[in-house]
């Protein structure tokens, strides 16, 4: 099972990081490591491969995995078993993983200084737009203390929106036009989802300097990596955080 650690100085006890596909059970086109359940995959190697990375990671209670809608609904992490509908959660219990799954879109990771509390959220661009991430910030007492990782999403050379979206993200924060340029295909711009994500954490009282990440392409790296753009029928990752 290959696993991606986040890059990032949060504290020690603080365990973040993403899978790849390699790894697990599932056969094609869900090969191998699909951690989703609702992507057609057979229930049986998504639960093998469930079972599996939390074998390896050693986690103690059971993640809270999420029913995702992009959206942008937070809850707190439980052990319970059941699969919350919402984008993001986050915990300030030891042992409890937050989780969510993506496959091109942007898993965000937050940790206060300290590593007291530990959030995630799945920010596609409707989320992302609609203020996911500024949800995931409200857990937390002051912005200017929290660091983020954002993890593997699809990059600014394949991500193609529509007029709309632009429009939509630029009538929010005119700073958002530096994260678009023109597609080579009519009326379409190619849309930087890092830039995006880091220009709405900076209005929501962020510091630049704690922001890490966004160095991977979900959509190019075929071997590492699921793309729904790239493949249409494909499986997910996880994105997990923790405090051990």
Not at 171 to 176: G, H, N, R, T
Request: aromatic share 10%; net charge negative; with cysteine.
């Amino acid at each position: 099972m290959k696993l991606i650690n986040a890059d990032w100085p949060a504290p020690a006890h603080v365990r973040a990081l993403t899978t790849t596909r390699l790894g697990g059970v599932s056969r094609a086109p869900y090969d191998s490591l699909n951690l989703g359940d609702h992507v057609a995959d057979d229930a049986e190697p998504v639960a093998r491969n469930r079972q599996r990375l939390i074998e390896q990671l050693g986690l103690s209670k059971q993640p809270q995995w999420l029913t995702q809608v992009h959206g942008i609904e937070l809850v707190k992490a439980c052990d319970d078993g059941i699969a919350e509908q919402a984008d993001a959660c986050w915990s300030n219990d030891v042992g409890q993983a937050c989780i969510v799954m993506t496959a091109d879109c942007l898993p965000v990771f937050f940790t206060d200084r300290s590593g007291t509390k530990i959030a995630v959220a799945h920010a596609g661009w409707r989320g992302l737009a609609d203020g996911v991430l500024e949800q995931t910030l409200s857990v937390f007492s002051d912005p200017a203390e929290v660091m983020v990782w954002l993890g593997p999403a699809i990059g600014p050379e394949v991500f193609e929106v529509g007029h709309e979206v632009r429009q939509q993200f630029c009538a929010y924060l005119p700073e958002s036009e530096v994260a678009f340029k023109l597609s080579v295909n009519p009326d379409k711009w190619l849309a930087d989802i890092y830039q995006l994500a880091r220009l709405r954490l900076i209005r929501a009282g962020v510091s630049a300097s704690e922001i890490y990440g966004g160095e991977y392409c979900t959509y190019q790296q075929s071997e590492l990596f699921y793309s729904y753009r790239r493949d249409g029928v494909t499986g997910r990752m996880a994105s997990i955080i923790w405090i051990s």
